[in-house]
């Protein structure tokens, strides 16, 4: 019994001990805070000043401002790229510069007046100065902001007035496929451009040609873009094609062609054994079905015959169809007989018994 009264008061002595050790943490905790608080306070203080002390030194920084041309004529081509912006590296004191900064909308473009410059020619250029752009762009700032450098530091402008041609659209470059594939061919979302030059140019051109790019092992029907070189005094419209390369597969095909005799003379006839020759040869699975026995000429003349040393003619093709490739012959030579049949009495007169048949 007095090992548990003994027991009892020992728990309640460290609990009071925990609840004594907590409340003197969490003063001490307070008694920081609100130290930490006013270390935090005078720091900000001492920055602030530390930064209007600052601010009234002077800065440098760099402002881009956006570009638009005004009273450009009706109908007016800009063959060249336009500057679209211009970057000014100003100097002013840091408060001057910040209450720019956040006062002023930098986003308002500054106008140029092209009519200012326009030479009135059908094809030309014009320099717009870097006095005129550091004029259009001090008009935006504070009168006491100094512009040191501009970039850049003039603008040439390529323009045309409608002197144009329509030209048909050639592409520049090298399309492969796979080995087990073809190319077809090649068309475009439009077959020609609109191009704007200047004459003396325009009369020399005949295509209007692309930009060189290679596209390798395609396996199927698909399309690329091609954009037209960027020439200053040249624009195109529009400035890119879609350009389809459509791709087939290859597919080996076999038939029978029979061997004929060309310009043999009257009564003279040609036999072959076999008569038939079996063709193979490599053709795109399109094109396969327009390929029949009759686009293949597997000839002989009868001078090669009367000239051949050999017992056997050895087979060669006179025509192959567009889009065949790979044609094997089996079997690559054959017997023949020449064959002379009188259709006269008086042509037979004529004829040799001897060689109403030649067999080689």
């Keep these: 019994m007095w090992t548990a009264i003994v027991s009892m008061q020992l728990r309640n002595k460290i609990k009071a001990s925990k609840r004594k050790a907590t409340i003197s943490l969490s003063s001490l905790l307070r008694e920081k805070g609100g130290d930490m608080l006013v270390f935090a306070f005078f720091l900000a203080v001492s920055f602030g000043f530390w930064l209007l002390q600052k601010l009234d030194d002077s800065f440098e920084a760099e402002i881009t401002f956006p570009i638009e041309l005004v009273n450009v004529p009706k109908g007016m081509i800009f063959t060249s790229a336009l500057q679209s912006e211009v970057e000014a590296t100003v100097q002013d004191r840091g408060t001057n510069l910040f209450n720019f900064m956040r006062n002023n909308d930098t986003e308002t473009p500054i106008e140029l007046d092209f009519s200012q410059y326009d030479n009135g020619f059908p094809t030309g250029k014009v320099t717009i100065p870097i006095a005129d752009i550091q004029r259009a762009v001090q008009q935006q700032l504070l009168s006491s902001t100094q512009i040191l450098r501009l970039n850049p530091s003039n603008i040439e402008v390529y323009y045309n007035r409608g002197v144009s041609k329509r030209l048909p ?160 012959l089996y079997p690559q030579e054959v017997e023949y007989l020449l064959e002379y049949a009188a259709s006269t009495p008086e042509s037979s007169d004529k004829a040799n018994p001897s060689s109403t048949t030649k067999n080689k």
Excluded: C, W
């Design 169 to 328: 659209v050639k592409f520049v470059g090298k399309v492969t496929t796979r080995t087990q594939n073809y190319l077809q061919d090649l068309t475009f979302s439009t077959d020609s451009v609109t191009v704007y030059a200047p004459a003396s140019m325009l009369d020399t051109m005949q295509y209007a040609y692309t930009e060189r790019q290679e596209i390798n092992n395609l396996d199927r029907t698909s399309s690329f873009i091609a954009t037209f070189p960027q020439i200053s005094t040249i624009k195109f419209e529009p400035e890119e094609v879609q350009v389809t390369a459509h791709v087939d597969y290859l597919t080996e095909k076999t038939i029978q062609v029979p061997v004929v005799g060309l310009n043999f003379p009257a009564g003279y006839s040609l036999k072959t054994f076999p008569a038939q020759v079996t063709v193979k040869y490599i053709v795109g699975s399109a094109n396969s079905k327009n390929v029949v026995p009759e686009n293949f000429v597997l000839a002989t003349t009868y001078e090669d015959l009367i000239n051949n040393p050999s017992q056997k003619l050895r087979l060669k093709l006179k025509s192959i169809p567009l889009g065949v490739t790979n044609v094997r």
